[in-house]
């Protein structure tokens, strides 16, 4: 049984760049989660994703995206970068959309904007 | 709205001694409730689920209380240890605006050898 994982590990940008972050699901899964956490922080929901599409989604604006795979890999998309943009992102999967019992998470990706 | 809230300030213990965390959430009604801990650069690794109708959960040196009145949650660390040492998060579902997990900010136990 494969976990969750994400990559890359670690990425630099510069504002108003663009970013695609991705990450694979634990094997068997179908549903993926997105969150952002800064230093400090709770991880905060971006969005979450079930067989393709999105099922919920928290208060980020548009420039946040993202999109899942009929394998159900997914990824993040980060348009016109912000300073306050800079955190780890983490990606969750599991096993039913209808609850999400038992998230599983990746490691992360630590993204920092200059 | 709806908010999670746990002890922002560090928790800081002895070894051997029992670490409680508090977990209290307003305008949720939670079908369940769960505990994460998370170490530094890495993503947080589920621990305990507790439905509403349950009031204790136990696992190992671990135990969860819900109290659904009181709009709580109590974590426990019995026999505490310094490997123990990380933050602890609690996390609710919502169906407002699509469903979700939402997260507390974390309490970030300290146990000293």
């Known amino acids: 049984e494969t976990g969750v994982t994400q990559s890359p590990t670690h990425l630099i940008k510069t504002r108003g760049q663009q970013v695609t972050l991705r990450c694979s699901s634990q094997?068997?899964?179908?549903?993926v989660s997105w969150y952002q956490q800064a230093l400090g922080q709770g991880p905060q929901f971006i969005f979450q994703y079930y067989r393709e599409e999105e099922n919920g989604r928290g208060n980020f604006p548009p420039r946040f995206s993202g999109l899942q795979f009929p394998n159900y890999s997914s990824e993040l998309n980060v348009n016109a970068l912000e300073l306050d943009d800079s955190a780890l992102y983490l990606c969750a999967s599991s096993l039913d959309s209808a609850t999400n019992e038992k998230l599983f998470f990746g490691s992360g990706t630590q993204l920092s904007v200059l | 709205s709806q908010k999670i809230e746990q002890n922002s300030e560090a928790l800081n213990i002895q070894e051997g001694k029992t670490a409680t965390l508090t977990c209290n959430y307003t305008n949720y009604s939670p079908a369940y409730l769960q505990w994460y801990r998370q170490d530094p650069g890495r993503g947080p690794v589920f621990l305990l689920l507790?439905?509403?109708?349950?009031k204790e959960k136990r696992k190992e040196r671990l135990k969860v209380t819900f109290d659904t009145t009181l709009k709580q949650s109590l974590f426990h660390i019995t026999a505490s240890q310094p490997a123990d040492s990380a933050t602890y998060l609690c996390a609710l579902d919502t169906n407002t605006g699509g469903f979700k997990t939402i997260f507390g900010a974390g309490t970030r136990l300290f146990v000293k050898a």
């Open positions: 094997s068997g899964h179908n549903t």
């Open positions: 507790i439905r509403e109708n349950e």
